[in-house]
């Protein structure tokens, strides 16, 4: 039976937690590490969804962006969106494509080849086979923005860290994601939903991984093997998933950390191995190792620690003479486009071009006038010692550690040889 319980509207865990500049899953006060909400987390300045740096300079549609792609969004992310409006309607999207299954919306193999054509034919942002389902085409919101996987929520396409907020954020989606795998199973097994049968029917259909997919998802036969005695009633268990999740909040992390997660590894072989020839360049070589059954998947509290790995370089000011460097130019902005006017508060631009001397642009980025000021002490060069945190430039912008760090991951400053 169904919970009669409603959450109360105002339930932090249906709304965005800010960390930082940036928005992520309500959720996520509840199910990571109470010490990610101590970070300084990286801005990501010039990944703005809603005024896409990718079609600005790309070719990516202004409408899709990056949602050509099929989140895994687990059951009680689904579950809790319900208790929201829109909520049910977004669940009911997912199901006439085909894409729900009990562990919550999972790509079909089918789905999964047609994102690795994209990715082959360089139509990842333009094409419309792997549209994301939780994309508002009205307006380009997410209609799960609260509720988004891990994948979603650590992705930003341009990096403030360059390579060492990429390998930040890889670590962070990593622990995400495998909290989620383990919750969204938790929450069947306590419900009642036979898991081990659900994983078995899976094994099972690995001989036929060709023909399980629809256009858009799973077909119909498949679905009714994965959901048994659950089969119409799909609604319904997404709703108890989401409630379990909110009852037992408190303790969610470390459910995360004492479940074991199943799969079955003869499926997914048999998966990456159905991958078209012509696709097999995207296929990651280690996919293909063959995995034991009963081997177990790393603790998030063992990824955790390689994420705290990953910040700390973050922030880090090695020793050196730096200056702006040959590809960079910093110009007013004077709001000659749409990225421009956008970001009309900020007086200045960072123009990166693609090399020295070059006009193609790579990126760029708006910043304000105590920024503007900072990066003028390395015009003419500046050695980085601590004598620069007394600057009063640096202290006027309250978090210039921070800034110089993000310029240099970015190439914005770059290390000069003295001789």
Known sequence: MVRSLVLDP??????????????????????????????????????????????????????????????????????LNMQTPGGEAALETIMKRGLLLPEGMHHSPGQWYDYLDDLENENFGKSVKVLCPMLDESNGYCRAHAFRNSVCSTFFCLKDHGNAGDEFWSQIQTLGTQVEM???????????????????????????????????????????????????????????????A??????????A???????????????????????????????????????????????????????????????????????VEIVPNHGIDKEALYHEGKPYSIRVY?????????????????EYDLLQLFKEGRTMDWTLLLHPSVKALGRGKEFIAEMLESKVLVREALH
Not at 43 to 69: F, G, I, Q, V
Not at 224 to 237: A, N
Not at 315 to 327: C, K, Q
Not at 361 to 368: E, G, P, S
């Open 10 to 79: 105002n339930d932090p865990i249906l709304h965005p937690l800010r960390l930082g500049a940036n928005q992520f899953p309500g959720a996520w006060a509840y199910t990571m590490p109470k010490e990610l909400r101590g970070l300084r987390m990286p801005d990501e300045r010039r990944a703005t969804c809603m005024n896409c740096p990718k079609s600005c300079y790309e070719d990516y549609r202004n409408d899709y962006r990056c949602c050509t792609y099929h989140p895994r969004i687990p059951n009680y992310l689904l579950g």
């Open 182 to 244: 383990s919750l969204a199973q938790w929450a069947l097994r306590v419900i009642g939903f036979d898991i081990d049968t659900y994983f078995k029917k899976f094994t099972a259909l690995a001989d036929e991984v060709r023909h399980v997919s629809t256009i858009s998802g799973w077909k119909e036969h498949v679905l009714d093997q994965l959901w048994g005695s659950w089969r119409g009633r799909e609604k319904e268990l997404m709703l108890e998933c989401g409630l379990l």
């Open 246 to 255: 909110a009852e037992h909040r408190d303790d969610l992390w470390e459910i």
């Open 257 to 327: 950390n004492n479940y074991e997660i199943q799969e079955s590894a003869k499926f997914n072989i048999s998966m990456i191995k159905a991958v078209p020839d012509h696709l097999q360049g995207q296929v990651d070589p280690e996919d293909l190792e063959e995995d034991d059954e009963d081997s177990e998947a790393a603790k998030p509290r063992d990824i955790w620690k390689q994420c705290t790995k990953a910040y700390e370089k973050l922030w880090d000011l090695p020793e050196g003479h730096y200056a702006i460097g040959g590809r």
């Open 354 to 370: 693609t090399r020295k001397g070059s006009r193609t642009l790579d990126w760029r980025m708006f910043i304000d006038q105590a």
